[in-house]
């Protein structure tokens, strides 16, 4: 079997409504299967104005809003009616690729398992530590448990980091487990889109040293550690600004939480790449991530990075070459901790430059092409492994 003969039913919580991550992923993926020649086609929630146009053929499943506040822009995929079903046999699927452990993505992985067909599950977010929070922690073992349950039945899954490869393997989710890491478009993402007059714009003067947050504004991606590491600087008088990129419920929190700071909203295409330029240093202290884009893209525009040290970021940042992993740790400790390895950025111009430097270089290894073929090769062996 070729990639031509290839017939992808892909399942996607959130494939084009909203952008993230996960789904600016799974587009790119979508895009290289069908330059190759295989069939694909998407089953996720439609609405009327999504973020941007699917790539692909996107069928719609029934949905409703998040039931979480802070994350109402999401859509809960709620299974599979008449409609998707009918439409499901039709395509007549060799092979079915689910992307989050949703109602939807159950009711795909039990449709396979009844037509004996392979399922890869990519995992995209760590879904099991969300709970923490919302001050609802005692739910974690739960989900992993239903997790668990859920990536057992697959045929095999798919990761973005080894990181999270091993934490998988050590939550006992699965064995065979490979990398479908992410790429960077380092056309657009580089250090020569660095703007001081659009800096200047906003306040912030040629020598000032920009700490940059990236990324949608919810709880889950640190906002409390960012916001207690900054309050920390500048308790000891450390020299530095802060520039938010993002935007979301979150907002006027962190915005009362970082008296001063730049918050410039969501930004995308050339303006993004404009705006993560031009800031210093680049923090993320989520540890939801699998992967984290947003470290990458910050790599590839000559940000030195300070991370936790989770999956992720520990598979991307070379500690003390491309910047500083910071161990997670209860909050007050981790700030605290996230302070120490910012504060010698802000003062030492040499070592900023020297480990940004390094990370661009190392932003250059992640070619989305070469990344999207681990996949296809995934989806050939267990087809092989099906055949025999």
């Given at each position: 079997m070729t990639v031509a003969d290839l017939r992808i039913?892909?399942?996607?919580?959130?494939?084009?409504?909203?952008r993230d991550g996960a789904n600016q992923a799974l587009n790119r993926l979508a895009e290289y299967l069908l330059r190759q020649?295989?069939?694909?086609?998407?089953?996720?929630?439609?609405?009327?104005?999504?973020?941007?146009?699917?790539?692909?053929?996107?069928?719609?499943?029934?949905?409703?809003?998040?039931?979480?506040?802070?994350?109402?822009?999401?859509?809960?995929?709620?299974?599979l009616?008449?409609?998707?079903?009918?439409?499901?046999?039709?395509?007549?699927?060799?092979?079915?690729?689910?992307?989050?452990?949703?109602?939807?993505?159950?009711?795909?992985?039990?449709?396979?398992?009844?037509?004996?067909?392979?399922?890869?599950?990519?995992?995209?977010?760590?879904?099991?530590?969300?709970p923490r929070y919302y001050k609802l922690g005692f739910l974690e073992p739960i989900i992993?448990?239903?997790?668990?349950?859920?990536?057992?039945?697959?045929?095999?899954?798919?990761?973005?980091?080894?990181?999270?490869?091993?934490?998988l393997k050590a939550q006992g989710m699965h064995e065979d487990i490979s990398i479908w890491s992410r790429g960077v478009d380092r056309e657009r993402f580089d250090p020569s889109r660095r703007d001081l007059a659009w800096?200047?714009?906003?306040?912030?003067?040629?020598?000032?040293?920009?700490?940059?947050?990236?990324?949608?504004?919810?709880?889950?991606?640190?906002?409390?550690v960012f916001a207690d590491t900054i309050v920390e600087l500048r308790r000891r008088q450390v020299p530095h600004k802060v520039l938010v990129i993002g935007d979301g419920p979150a907002r006027s929190w962190f915005d009362k939480a970082l008296p001063g700071g730049t918050f410039v909203g969501f930004q995308t295409g050339e303006n993004l790449a404009r705006a993560l330029a031009s800031g210093?240093?680049?923090?993320?202290?989520?540890?939801?991530?699998?992967?984290?884009?947003?470290?990458?893209e910050a790599m590839a525009s000559g940000l030195p990075v300070v991370a936790a040290g989770a999956t992720g970021a520990a598979s991307l940042v070379n500690h003390g070459v491309t910047g500083q992993l910071v161990p997670p740790s209860k909050t007050e400790a981790f700030a605290l901790a996230c302070a120490d390895a910012l504060a010698p950025y802000c003062t030492d111009?040499?070592?900023?430059?020297?480990?940004?430097?390094?990370?661009?270089?190392?932003?250059?290894?992640?070619?989305?092409?070469?990344?999207?073929?681990?996949?296809?090769?995934?989806?050939?062996?267990?087809?092989?492994q099906r055949g025999r």
């Open positions: 039913a892909l399942f996607s919580g959130n494939y084009n409504y909203t020649g295989a069939a694909l086609r998407v089953y996720a929630p439609v609405v009327e104005k999504p973020d941007f146009e699917p790539t692909g053929d996107l069928i719609g499943v029934p949905n409703i809003r998040m039931p979480v506040k802070s994350r109402g822009e999401y859509r809960l995929p709620l299974g009616d008449t409609a998707s079903r009918k439409d499901l046999a039709e395509f007549a699927p060799n092979l079915v690729h689910v992307s989050s452990p949703d109602p939807t993505g159950h009711a795909a992985l039990k449709w396979a398992l009844a037509h004996d067909i392979p399922v890869l599950a990519s995992v995209h977010t760590r879904f099991e530590t969300y992993e448990g239903i997790l668990r349950r859920f990536y057992q039945r697959c045929d095999a899954l798919v990761a973005p980091s080894q990181s999270q490869i091993a934490e800096r200047r714009e906003l306040g912030l003067a040629d020598d000032d040293v920009a700490i940059v947050f990236l990324g949608r504004l919810v709880m889950e991606k640190g906002l409390d210093d240093v680049f923090f993320n202290p989520s540890i939801t991530e699998t992967f984290g884009n947003v470290t990458l111009h040499a070592l900023r430059r020297a480990h940004g430097a390094a990370g661009e270089e190392a932003s250059r290894a992640y070619s989305w092409d070469a990344i999207n073929q681990a996949v296809v090769d995934t989806y050939l062996r267990l087809q092989a």
